[in-house]
Structures are given as C-alpha cells and as structure tokens.
C-alpha cells in the first residue's frame, strides 16, 4: 500500500476563489502536496464580473511553490481526471451536489470549506453529508447551520450526527494572512504616509436589492429607478429628503477625515458601481490587486476604522481587530426593510455578526452623521477593539495564523471515507 499524499485539487469557480484558497494552497505547497487548481472556463467573460473570470494567468502567485493550473468547461472533466489520479483530494467551496448528480471516484475525497453563512444557504444538508469533510471556522457555525436546515425541513437525528462528524474547527484559513503582512511595506505599497490614520470605506454593492429602501439608499445611483419605487413606496420618500442615502453619508465621512486629518482610502469592486463622487472623493480608491494576499486585508492590516454596508469583510474586520460601523437603515423595525439574507445573523440586537460591543457598532444614518460631528477620530477608532477576541471566539475559531496547517492536519485524520489506496485504484482501472 502506498503512503504518497493525494494530490490536491482546488476547484476555482471565479478568480476571488484564491483569497478563500490561497494559504491552504500556499501551506499545501510547502508541505510537499501535489496541488492543481482547476479554473471554471465556463464562468461569463462579460458583465459586471468579468473582473472575476478564472483566467488562469491571473492567478496569484505562491511563497512555497508554484501549482499547476487547468481550465475545465465540464466538472466531469475534473471527475475523469481525479479516475486517472487515483487519489486526490478535491477543495471546494461548495458541497458535491452543486455540481450535478455523481458517484465519487475510487480514491477521491472532497472537502468543502466554510467561507461564510452563504455555505450553508446555498448547499443542502444532503449535500454537505456527502462529502468526505467540511472545514468550519467554530463550534458556532455547526449550530447555526443546523438551525438554518431544520428551518426548511425536519433533520433526523442521524442525519445531524453525520453532519457534525463531518465538520472539523480549524479557524479562519484567509486571516493567516495577516501575520506575514508588514504594515511598513504595505503604507508604501499604497502610499500612506508613516504617520497618517487611515478609515477604510466599503462602499454599497448598487447591484443587492434588500427592498425598496436599497434603491433609495444607492443615490444617486439609476435615478429613475429610484424614483420609480419612490412612486411605489411614499413612506421612503422622507428617509430620502433627510439624505439617508450613500451620497450624504459618503459627503459627512469625507468631511470628518478631512477635520481629523485622516486619510480616506476606499477599497471596491468592480460590480459595486461606484459613482463618481466616492471614485474622485476619496484620498485614495482602489478595486482588488490581489486575490492572495487579498487587497482587502491588506488594507484592513493598515486601517484605525472601517465604514461599511454589511459587508462580510466584518469576518476579517475582526480576526485583524479593526472597529468598524456598519450602517444600515434600521436593520431592527419593520421585515420589508430587508436584510437580506443576514437577518438570521441579527437576531440578537445586542450581541450579532454585525453588531459586537467593543468592535462594531451597526448605526442608522442620523446615527452616523451625529456620530460623525460630535465625536473625534480618536473617539471612535480608539486604540483598538477589546471585544474582537471575543467576537473570533464565537465567529471565526482561532486567528494565530495557523488556521491552513489545522486544516491540513485534520485532512491527513480524516478516515478515507470515499478514497481507497493507491494499489486498490490500480487494481479498478480499466
């Protein structure tokens, strides 16, 4: 029987995979492990995420290693290729299900990893008790996910035990970052003096629809669009005339950097639609430059505070421990304001994914804007966030920068459920 390592294949559905993948692969690498990464060749080259193509050249590059790179149209071509490998190990950041009805190939295991809650809204509970194991970030989301399922349907007891003997805590694989990110480098790399603050703004996605009053909040955004439900909903026309929308809130953040002598560094994306006034309004703007190491934690690695929309950035807000407001209308009153998918996250108005004493803060906009004239930079930044430990406690496992190794050690545990030695393989073969 041999005792080679399977080859790893991570499965690359759209170019952002990497800063998911990126110090799994990279610690892979420098365990020894054979590592491809597949590149969905099928995902749309056009729109407002063609940015996100998995153009194979575009992939980052590795401190360990280099690993090989293909392009699939097909998952069946990644499925006849795992056949001919005999034993490999597929990542991905979905359960075996999203990809269409299949057995497992002698030899194959699949593990899928925790990225956020939308792993679990988007997979079935059948589907992640196929696969071989899936790597959560803490005890929390176990729980959470069970909570979510039994919400659509009754889960059997034997189907909730599976579900926990698959998943494994390993922490948060994309703040290992972190801790191989000099700030001193990285102030030069985007040009922020040694001495200058720095707020950090997410700006609001114009393509997410929480309900009419997201039309309102993206002014001046489509202006007929949002006049259109305005028509439709009189009751936002107040909010709009207070100027609780991203333009005003863009304006007073604007004016409180320039007060405080902070810089105003803005990090987007492509699909965001930012208007003119935050493109030429911030000291700095920036889309993604890296998807590993993420530009996004670069910049967070560098910030005092960060403003933003519900943005899951809170998740590396919080292993970096960076306070940070999220602004939303009022995520707490009336259903048809939408949270969207996170009202499961707000449940409790006290302590939430968004809301954390110590560290984050969710404020309405006059919230905000009173926030923003009575209180200095330093006030609102402190000198860090006393709640974030707490906050990784419950959300994100442990952040020591060692979240890919556990993942890999529990991998090397793990009971080959589906996979079989390299000589059984063999001996299956045409």
């Known amino acids: 029987m041999s005792d080679r390592k399977p ?32 590149h969905e060749a099928s995902q749309p080259r056009v729109g407002s995420r063609d940015y996100l193509y998995p153009d194979p050249e575009k992939a980052p590059a590795f401190r360990h290693g280099v690993p090989s790179h293909r392009k699939h149209l097909s ?30 190939p002698p030899g194959m295991r699949w593990i ?36 979510l399922y039994r919400a659509k349907n009754p889960v059997e007891e034997a189907s909730e035990a599976a579900f926990r003997a698959k998943c494994h805590v390993v922490g948060f694989p994309e703040a ?58 009189p009751s936002f026309l107040p909010y709009f005339f207070r100027g609780w929308h991203e333009y005003s809130i863009f304006k007073a953040i604007k004016a409180f950097c320039d007060r405080e002598g902070v810089l105003l560094i803005v990090k987007s994306r492509k699909k965001a639609m930012d208007g003119g006034f935050i493109r030429n309004g911030a000291h700095s703007y920036f889309l993604d430059l890296s998807d590993y190491p993420p530009t996004i934690v670069e910049l967070i690695r560098i910030s005092s505070l960060c403003v933003h ?62 926030l923003l004239k009575r209180a200095s930079f330093p006030e609102i930044a402190g000198t860090g966030s006393p709640g974030a430990e707490s906050y990784q406690d419950r959300y994100l496992g442990l952040t020591d920068g060692l979240s890919s190794s556990r993942l890999l050690d529990a991998l090397e545990k793990i009971p080959n459920a589906t996979a079989v030695s390299a000589a059984a393989v063999d001996d299956v073969r045409p």
């Open 176 to 233: 290992d970052s972190f801790k191989s990110l000099e700030a001193s480098a990285l102030r030069a790399k985007f040009g922020v003096p040694p001495e200058k603050k720095v707020l950090l703004y997410l700006p609001w996605d114009k393509n997410v629809d929480f309900g009419p009053w997201a039309e309102v909040f993206s002014f001046p955004f489509r202006p007929h669009r949002i006049l259109s439900r305005l028509l439709r909903n």
């Open 309 to 370: 929309y519900h943005s899951f950035a809170t998740q590396e807000l919080g292993a970096a421990g960076v306070p940070a407001l999220c602004v939303h209308l009022d995520p707490f009153h009336a259903k048809e304001r939408g949270f969207g998918p996170f009202t499961s996250l707000m449940a409790d108005k006290a302590r939430n994914f968004f809301h954390w004493e110590g560290f984050s803060k969710v404020l309405t906009p006059p919230e905000l804007f009173k």
């Open 112 to 147: 899928c990893l925790q990225h956020g809650m939308d792993v679990f809204i988007s997979n079935p509970l059948n589907s992640m008790i196929r696969a071989d194991a899936i790597m959560v970030m803490s005890p929390f989301w176990i729980d959470y996910a069970l909570q």
């Open 7 to 38: 080859t790893l294949i991570f499965l690359i559905g759209r170019l952002n995979f990497y800063r998911l993948f990126g110090t799994i692969i990279d610690e892979a690498l420098r365990r020894g492990y054979s590592v491809e990464c597949w």
């Open 75 to 104: 998952f069946p071509e990644v499925l006849a290729h795992c056949r001919e490998l005999g034993v490999s190990t597929v990542f991905s950041l979905a359960g075996p299900d999203h990809y269409g009805d299949f057995a497992m």
